[in-house]
């Protein structure tokens, strides 16, 4: 049994990618791992037979705000058990209490990841993952009660506004939580994954880093996602992986809709030099 590790992030902003590179990198395989084994190496906080077993084994009849208060503590702990070592979770819940409990469960927990990215660029990629347009985006990420609705196999998640999901993990410095942007994976790969492994006490040669890198790579995820398919897609989608490129609003967003967004996240943008 083994504490948690959060894989956190706002939605669309890198969350998956890591997940990839952490997979790579620990299982350092010959070959690039299709996208669908990431379920074998990371658990999903709202996956809902975590929530039956922490209820005595019985589904919940509703996912009110009270039961999943009462619950989810007791649900993150059996989470520790399905692996002997650390537990990677993925989640894009905000860090904050729901009825006075907090979301993440701070007694099972051994640190955090958390991923942050240029919310012009995070609404584009909300619109193709959600199948809304970009003025609907936009009021989603600016919803301080946004959330995921309940569905089949998931529970409801309060996500919270952007600016509050990124002030709600990184505003209290913590050495047990490592923070990273975007962009920087992308133009400083070498150094910001390798930061990641050194956070996690992997120490890891830098081959084995490289290849770990490459094989978590945006063309390698898309070309497997093409041939292997991946059961995270969207049914709003295409694909899951769609450009994985930085600055894109400057092409796709008008002024106005820039400038709402720089007025709505100003104080965090600034905070990680978006501004």
Same mark, same amino acid.
């Given at each position: ?141 600016? &919803?301080?009660?946004?959330? *995921? /609705? =309940?569905?089949?196999? +998931? ?8 600016? $509050? &999901?990124?002030?709600?993990? *990184? /505003? =209290?410095?913590?050495? +047990? ?8 994976? $992308?133009?400083?790969?070498?150094? *910001? ?83």
């Amino acid at each position: 049994m083994g504490a948690l590790v959060w894989l956190a992030s706002y939605p669309k902003s890198g969350n998956t990618w890591m997940r990839a590179y952490l997979h790579n990198l620990f299982i350092n395989p010959a070959e690039p791992l299709p996208p669908d084994t990431l379920v074998r190496f990371t658990a999903s906080d709202t996956y809902k037979p975590w929530y039956r077993q922490a209820n005595d084994g019985v589904m919940p009849e509703d996912f009110d705000e009270e039961t999943l208060a009462r619950l989810r503590p007791v649900a993150q702990r059996l989470i520790t058990g399905s692996h002997p070592d650390s537990v990677f979770v993925k989640t894009h819940a905000a860090n904050l209490e729901q009825n006075g409990v907090p979301m993440i469960n701070p007694e099972v927990t051994a640190g955090a990841i958390y991923i942050v990215r240029d919310p012009r660029d995070v609404a584009i990629s909300v619109t193709h993952h959600y199948g809304v347009t970009l003025d609907q985006a936009i009021a989603r990420m600016a &919803n301080p009660k946004g959330g *995921t /609705a =309940v569905s089949d196999t +998931q529970i409801p998640q309060l996500i919270s506004s952007w600016s $509050l &999901n990124v002030s709600s993990w *990184t /505003a =209290v410095p913590n050495p +047990q939580l490592h923070v990273v942007r975007y962009e920087d994976m $992308l133009d400083k790969a070498f150094v *910001t994954f390798g930061g990641i492994a050194k956070f996690l006490g992997v120490d890891a040669g830098k081959e084995r880093l490289q290849k770990a890198i490459r094989f978590s790579s945006f063309n390698a995820l898309k070309a497997l996602e093409s041939k292997h398919g991946f059961a995270e897609r969207s049914v709003n989608a295409q694909s899951f992986f769609r450009e994985g490129r930085k600055e894109q609003w400057k092409k796709i967003l008008t002024p106005e809709q820039a400038r709402t967004i720089e007025g709505q996240h100003a104080e965090q943008m600034r905070r990680f030099g978006y501004l």
